[in-house]
């Protein structure tokens, strides 16, 4: 599979491409999780990762979204993203994550992508906006990889997305292709779509389409409407664990999730305080389904350094998982949480009223699977998560 994977990383990208991500993504990213831990050692805290959504607007309504896009349109102040990445470079960090909202209707994205060319980019997107000049202008760039939300085949795809979504980020994903793009597919599992989404063939489909990487994430019930027929059980939690495993070691294309370590603990990564979510309003969140802050790009005149260091809502968060959980709160603790939030006087930033919406979840389990723990079976995945995928080390 490794050398397969090797290969098809050769024909498949450009030299550019393969340049920056090895040397900005993979290079100065294990050099961010050496400094994080280093800080983590002296009870310092600030992220190597960050995730900035930088407008809440989308062209799409999917199902189970908890970015509220029905009322005022917001777009991140540039000022503010310049002072995240700025503020993540000086501490060592050059990957930032961007998402929305659709990130590719935020105007300003193509200058901030040249403006930091010592930086590597991982944008989120629904896939709609790859035409052909788009797809030439991120093979010049050589610093973006474009992470394509897909939920299964055509039908369950669409059942979410809307209909026509799938055919149509096919068509982006073959530009991209063509243009020796590094691409990647995020998937949320779903009880609707694991069988399909864990499959030999649905991974094959996507390595013939020139995908490189796979993102599995685990459906969580947050937004105005929860649709908790699309969570999954504890039982089918340890199933997608076991399919994980056999599907590394048999087609060439990175499977990533941030849910087990390399010895098959649950792990919740805000709580190590390995990446916060920053949404449209500047506002400092523990991660993209919470929309609650204390903490503000803009305060302590754009010093963020200072404001993450002396939040006591992000530092509290890591005692408050730890005392429950190494998973999810939001599906384990969720009223438990609604008071965490209560109490340290958060603003929410949803446009909704996202702790009713929280209180309102039912508990389930999640993905910390006490004595059904499945350790990582394959070298090449205990040597990532140990130093590269999302930092998964740090964890240890």
């Not at 920056?20 to 990762?49: Q, T």
């Not at 970015?67 to 005022?72: A, N, Q, R, T």
């Not at 990130?103 to 991982?122: R, T």
């Amino acid at each position: 599979m490794i050398l397969k994977l090797a290969y098809r990383g050769m024909t498949n990208l450009s030299f550019r491409s393969t340049w920056k991500v090895l040397y900005l993504m993979v290079w100065k990213g294990f050099l961010a999780i050496r400094k994080y831990k280093s800080r983590r050692d002296k009870g310092e805290l600030y992220p190597p990762f960050m995730f900035v959504a930088l407008t809440n607007t989308c062209n799409l309504r999917c199902k189970g979204c908890w970015v509220e896009k029905e009322g005022d349109a917001h777009y991140m102040d540039r000022k503010e993203v310049d002072a995240i990445v700025e503020n993540s470079k000086k501490m060592g960090s050059h990957y930032v994550t961007l998402l929305g909202g659709e990130p590719l209707m935020y105007k300003e994205i193509w200058n901030v992508w040249k403006d930091h060319s010592d930086c590597y980019f991982q944008v989120i997107t629904n896939g709609m906006f790859f035409n052909e000049e788009n797809a030439n202008k991120l093979k010049e760039l050589g610093n973006v990889t474009p992470l394509i939300s897909v939920d299964g085949w055509g039908p369950n795809n669409d059942e979410r997305r809307g209909q026509g979504v799938f055919k149509s980020l096919e068509r982006g994903m073959d530009r991209l292709n063509k243009n020796k793009v590094l691409f990647g597919i995020a998937t949320t599992t779903t009880a609707k779509n694991m069988d399909e989404v864990l499959s030999d063939e649905y991974l094959q489909f996507f390595v013939d389409k020139g995908a490189m990487y796979i993102w599995f994430y685990v459906y969580r019930p947050v937004g105005e409407n929860g649709y908790d027929e699309y969570c999954l059980t504890e039982e089918q939690l340890v199933e997608v664990r076991k399919r994980l495993l056999k599907l590394r070691r048999k087609h060439p294309i990175v499977i990533i999730d941030t849910y087990w370590t390399a010895e098959g603990e649950a792990f919740c990564p805000a709580a190590m305080g390995l990446g916060y979510h920053i949404g449209p309003k500047g506002s400092i969140e523990i991660c993209p389904p919470l929309s609650f802050a204390t903490d503000y790009v803009k305060d302590n005149d754009y010093d963020m350094v200072k404001t993450i260091e002396d939040s006591k809502f992000l530092k509290g968060f890591e005692g408050f998982v730890n005392d429950r959980t190494k998973g999810c709160v939001i599906l384990e603790n969720p009223q438990e949480l609604v008071k965490y939030i209560s109490d340290n006087g958060c603003d929410d930033v949803s446009g909704r009223d996202a702790l009713a919406e929280i209180n309102r979840i039912t508990p389930r389990h999640s993905h910390h699977l006490p004595g059904k723990e499945i350790p990582e079976d394959y070298w090449v995945y205990k040597l990532a998560k140990k130093n590269v995928f999302f930092g998964m080390g740090a964890a240890g």
